[in-house]
């Protein structure tokens, strides 16, 4: 019998799956049917409606069969939506996961995913922010899945004294939980805004005991979720703009540091109170959110980052699978890379450059939010980028890290380390290229950047935008890229650059020289790019220019503007004279109160002397008949006691 689809409501008081599949409504059979050919069902009609097969049936849901390619397209986002989780801040035990949607993710209660989850979902300090976010990736806990889960968490907290139903192990006087939303991919974007309002509604349950909205949501968000399975997704919860703004020509030198695959850190303030007037908003979601914008500057490599939870996920095979037109791709980017290339398809180039780049491959990861359970991942891994608010982490020896990235000052430490690349700081300096090019950015950013709404695109301006940003770092990556593929060739050619492959081209005989040489030398040393090395073209730089993508060379005087310009904007000094100021205002405004309410007998009792004569000149009690006033002079130490003063009164 066949069937047909159903869509309840999610947002219906009593718990009901989205999806259900009933029987049509009888109708009167036409007389003598033909009998029809018993066939395998796919979707067998159950008692009770199965949320799994009513979303295996949405894809074949009254679709011809010209239709069904075109459906498939439609759905290409199904699935993304592992579970959805709550943790609870136990008295006793600490965080632990209290619930999970469906219970078939979680095959085991006692297991390094399910001790783990619960400390990245309720970062330290929670307790001191009324709401805060966090972004966090872990190793996938499915029997015989490889890759990553990535996950988001909205934590919160509420009176104790305002539960309606208060159970036995609710001792403090404060509920602290997190709602987890775990997926496939980091679509955080899409997720984050409806997060944040299912675990406001949840809490304004004061009844933490009624699951029934929290499977609503899941089903809710897992049919919203279909149709962003493409990579467009994948940005939306990263802003350039607010990196730039953060960091400025600082932005470049973190890039530079991605490429070499150093150990970065990245460091955020935690709120000493929960009113304290310096807590900034949503610390943790700040911090998470800087390390994804980084990383998003890399062409690529967010969808690539399947293994990115664990420097000990097992890798994928070398060979690359065979796409259309002749991609060679894996799920991880590795392998050969594309020997078709369409010069009009900005992605179709970048496929054929080499993008992505295997950043997080063996012995590296990335892990936005990082909590104290997991410090032994950084003295295990070769390479990684991390963040915490624990400033335990920065003073770890044995983490051998290369540079500390403090978010509030925007400012990057160097720590001495022994394993560390030597003058590595040195090394990933700017040239005067790089400062002219971020310069320009710089501009950009700050000319459309809103103090109100720093997320603003800045009206519908391309230049200074987030996707402005993201194809000049792609240039700038790529070129270099392309100026290794030169250098090399020139190198087998003996110099000699009017053959057949560069005649007719104006390059440059040393065109690394303007992004750094020692930085170009130690970017070939690192993995990601040898690997990038062996599997690309070696006349890549036939199509990309290898050239450093500053217009116009930099002058001696307009670099040195540019040096004193970024030195007078890391003093801050608008910041302190802003501050200097308002300590001023608010010190002459309680002077001047006080003053207001003494009288003259006793401020001149308080300074003697010439403060004395100054305080009854000015501040002293006058006669109401309004002629002669007398002031008598107090005990000071200007030798004038008991002195006394007439004057007529104007």
Excluded at 242 to 258: D, G, N, P, Q, S
Excluded at 404 to 432: G, H, Q, R, W, Y
Excluded at 576 to 583: D, G, H, I, V
Aim: net charge negative.
């Amino acid at each position: 019998m066949p069937y047909e689809l159903e869509v309840e409501d999610p947002w219906r008081t009593e718990p009901l799956p989205p999806v259900s599949l009933k029987p049509p409504s009888p109708s009167p059979p036409p007389p003598s049917p033909p009998p029809e050919p018993a066939s395998p069902s796919p979707l067998p009609a159950p008692e009770q409606p199965s949320t799994d097969l009513a979303r295996e049936g949405v894809a074949t849901r009254r679709m011809s069969e010209g239709g069904r390619e075109a459906g498939v397209r439609r759905d290409e986002g199904a699935g993304l939506l592992l579970a959805t989780m709550l943790v609870d801040f136990h008295h006793n035990l600490g965080p632990i996961i209290e619930f999970s949607y469906p219970p078939s993710f979680l095959t085991a209660q006692d297991t390094p995913f399910t001790r783990l989850l619960p400390f990245l979902a309720l970062p330290d300090g929670a307790h001191l922010t009324e709401e805060d976010y966090s972004y966090f990736h872990l190793p996938d806990p499915r029997e015989g899945e490889r890759g990553t889960v990535f996950g988001i968490s909205c934590n919160r907290q509420l009176p104790a004294s305002e539960l309606l139903e208060k159970g036995k192990d609710v001792t403090r006087s404060t509920v602290q939980k997190a709602l987890v939303i775990l997926a496939k991919k980091p679509i955080f974007g899409p997720i984050r805004d409806k997060l944040g309002i299912i675990t406001r509604a949840f809490f304004s349950q004061r009844n933490f005991t009624e699951t029934d909205l929290l499977v609503q949501f899941h089903q809710s968000l897992d049919m919203s979720l279909r149709g962003h399975g493409d990579d467009s997704a994948l940005y939306m919860g990263t802003s350039l703009r607010e990196l730039v703004y953060k960091f400025r020509h600082k932005t470049l030198i973190l890039l530079k540091l991605l490429l070499l695959q150093k150990r970065i850190l990245f460091f955020g303030y935690r709120p000493s109170s929960l009113t304290s007037p310096h807590t900034p908003s949503y610390p943790v979601e700040r911090l998470c959110t800087f390390q994804y914008s980084l990383v998003s500057l890399v062409p690529h490599l967010l969808p690539a980052l399947e293994n990115a939870a664990s420097p000990h996920l097992p890798l994928p095979p070398e060979e690359g699978k065979e796409g259309r037109e002749g991609e060679g791709r894996n799920k991880r980017g590795r392998g050969r890379a594309s020997s078709f290339v369409k010069t009009s398809d900005r992605e179709s180039l970048l496929r054929y450059a080499g993008m992505p780049l295997d950043l997080f491959g063996k012995d590296a990861f990335f892990q936005p939010y990082m909590p104290l359970q997991q410090i032994d991942l950084m003295k295990e891994a070769r390479s990684f980028v991390a963040g915490t608010t624990n400033a335990i982490f920065t003073q770890q020896r044995e983490g051998r890290l290369d540079v500390v990235v403090n978010i509030e000052s925007a400012t990057l430490d160097f720590p001495p380390n022994p394993s560390s690349t030597p003058n590595l700081e040195k090394l990933v300096s700017l040239t005067s290229y790089d400062r002219k090019w971020m310069d320009e950015l710089v501009g950009a950013v700050c000319e459309s950047w809103d103090e109100e709404d720093p997320r603003a695109q800045g009206g519908m301006r391309f230049k200074g935008s987030d996707d402005y940003l993201r194809a000049k770092f792609e240039d700038y990556i790529c070129s270099a890229l392309s100026a290794i593929k030169y250098t090399d060739y020139l190198r087998i050619v003996g110099g000699k650059r009017n053959d057949g492959a560069t005649s007719g081209m104006n390059l440059d005989k040393s065109p690394t020289t303007a992004f750094g040489e020692a930085w170009i030398a130690a970017l070939r040393k690192a993995p990601a790019i040898a690997d990038w090395d062996k599997r690309t073209d070696s006349a890549l730089f036939d199509l990309i220019e290898p050239r450093h993508p500053c217009l116009l060379t930099p002058t001696p005087l307009s670099d040195i503007g540019i040096r004193l310009s970024e030195g007078l904007h890391d003093l801050h000094l608008d910041e302190q004279l802003s501050a200097a100021r308002e300590w001023g205002g608010r010190a002459w405004a309680e002077g001047s109160k006080r003053a207001s309410g003494v009288d003259g007998d006793k401020i001149r009792a308080a300074v003697g002397g010439w403060g004395a004569y100054l305080a009854g000149r000015f501040g002293g009690k006058e006669e109401k008949d309004g002629k002669i006033g007398e002031v008598r002079v107090g005990e000071g130490d200007g030798g004038w006691h008991n002195e006394r003063w007439k004057r007529e009164k104007k």
